[in-house]
């Protein structure tokens, strides 16, 4: 009796006193995924990896919108979001404390512009992700003359760019073949 | 168009199916959670879990959490029980055990969809074999996400079920700003060199610790821009980890190769 006593008292208490105090989680503990919208450029490479549908981006043409969805219940916290982030937008938080009475508040909205071709006027790309790759052009080390013409075709959408491609290749033929004459 | 009509007759087929709460019902649950937060049953209700759930529902039982320390316990029979534990996403035959363990539950009860399942369906949301969440046909009050919910999380929940704590998560909507631009990262260092630095470290490391290594490697670069090596050496000597050093020289020899894009 006396010697469990004892056992009983070198060991002390094992139970964790949460939810009185924050409870500590392990590092590399994969919670609620942080997105920060001011990163976020609306690609969608997180809608396309997340395997349960959690994340998803829906398209509005007529009025010119990309929205980035988030459902918290259910997310399975794999962290393939955060893996596939070009900008290191979302990141997988330790923060676990998730429960909610109202399912609404389960939900997380982020809507970004869409950029508008220069040409067609047509609706095309998040504008944030067109600046975002503009600024990687800047940076890129490429030669000066590159830089610019991929900066200007990228305010153009894939289709205007096929059409002027093939517009370019039809005088090149024209031209080393002179069909004209 | 035809993925369209069937998701609205799905949901339409759903709402056919849903229960709703009996109005005094609602009333005297408020009178419920007054009177007995001292102590609730649970009775869990597994409509087709993968038991990962359950794990963490025993685990939350332990000495180390001990929700048994609020009152909180685990009884087998709904008839004893105050709160409902709904988890798996509910597949189709367990409809009907769970619509009768509700039934079987007394009024006032408090239900609860445990898991990214019950919120939801979760990963298994669009099967054909499943209703796709417990609130698809049952009234829920709780909602604790999570694959699975650790035992603090449950903890958490079952506190906010029972009005003890309050509910941090609340929904959000941002909207585009005027002048919002991302910035990318380490604008020091030209892109192409940061991608094969990234690449490299992820192929050696994997997508967690290849970033992180990544992302030290190039800060380095970027305080030290003419003598990597040294600030290298310096930072390896003082983590003393073969690995990591292993990895670190490649990407050393990544970048003292790298000629720019010309």
Same mark, same amino acid.
């Given at each position: ?5 004892? /056992? ?57 919108? #990309? ?15 955060? /893996? ?54 800047? #940076? ?42 | 168009?035809?993925? @369209? ?16 709460? @009996?109005?005094? $019902?609602?009333?005297?649950?408020? $009178? ?13 209700? @597994? ?134 631009? $991302? ?50 050496? $310096? ?28």
């Amino acid at each position: 009796m006396l010697k469990l006593l004892r /056992e009983v008292l070198r060991t002390g208490e094992a139970t964790i006193p949460y939810p009185f105090q924050p409870v500590e989680v392990m590092p590399g503990f994969r919670g609620k995924p942080h997105h920060d919208p001011e990163q976020c450029v609306a690609c969608g490479a997180c809608a396309i990896a997340c395997p349960p549908n959690a994340l998803t981006m829906t398209t509005d043409f007529d009025q010119g919108f #990309q929205t980035w969805n988030l459902f918290m219940g259910r997310c399975i916290y794999c962290g393939r979001c955060e /893996e596939v982030c070009p900008t290191g937008a979302i990141t997988l938080s330790p923060d676990f404390e998730l429960s909610v009475m109202n399912k609404q508040d389960l939900f997380e909205q982020a809507d970004y512009k869409l950029a508008a071709c220069h040409r067609c006027g047509k609706y095309f790309a998040p504008v944030k992700e067109i600046e975002y790759a503009r600024s990687i052009l800047r #940076q890129s080390g490429l030669p000066e003359t590159l830089k610019t013409n991929a900066c200007t075709l990228l305010d153009f959408c894939p289709e205007c760019k096929r059409k002027n491609d093939v517009g370019k290749m039809v005088n090149l033929y024209q031209e080393k073949n002179d069909v004209t004459r | 168009m035809l993925r @369209d009509s069937v998701t609205s007759l799905a949901v339409a087929e759903h709402s056919k199916y849903a229960i709703h709460e @009996d109005p005094s $019902a609602g009333k005297l649950k408020g $009178a419920l959670l007054k009177d007995i937060h001292r102590s609730v049953y649970v009775y869990r209700v @597994d409509c087709g879990g993968c038991n990962g759930c359950e794990i963490e529902i025993f685990a939350a039982l332990t000495p180390l959490f001990d929700v048994e320390r609020f009152g909180i316990k685990v009884v087998s029979s709904p008839r004893h029980a105050d709160i409902l534990v709904y988890t798996g996403s509910m597949t189709r035959s367990m409809r009907v055990p769970a619509l009768r363990a509700y039934h079987a539950a007394p009024d006032p009860k408090i239900c609860v969809a445990y898991g990214a399942c019950g919120c939801s369906g979760g990963i298994f949301h669009d099967l054909y074999c499943v209703w796709g969440g417990a609130d698809k046909f049952i009234p829920i009050d709780v909602y604790i996400p999570g694959c699975p919910p650790t035992p603090a999380a449950t903890i958490y929940g079952f506190a906010i079920g029972l009005g003890l704590l309050g509910q941090k998560l609340k929904a959000t909507h941002h909207v585009q700003g005027e002048d919002e631009r $991302a910035a990318p990262a380490h604008s020091q260092i030209p892109y192409l060199l940061r991608v094969q630095i990234e690449r490299e470290s992820r192929r050696m490391a994997g997508y967690l610790y290849g970033k992180q290594i990544a992302e030290r490697f190039l800060t380095i670069m970027e305080q030290n821009p003419n003598q990597v090596k040294e600030g290298m050496q $310096a930072y390896l000597d003082k983590q003393a980890d073969p690995r990591l050093a292993e990895i670190m020289n490649r990407l050393t020899a990544i970048s003292d190769g790298f000629k720019g894009a010309a």
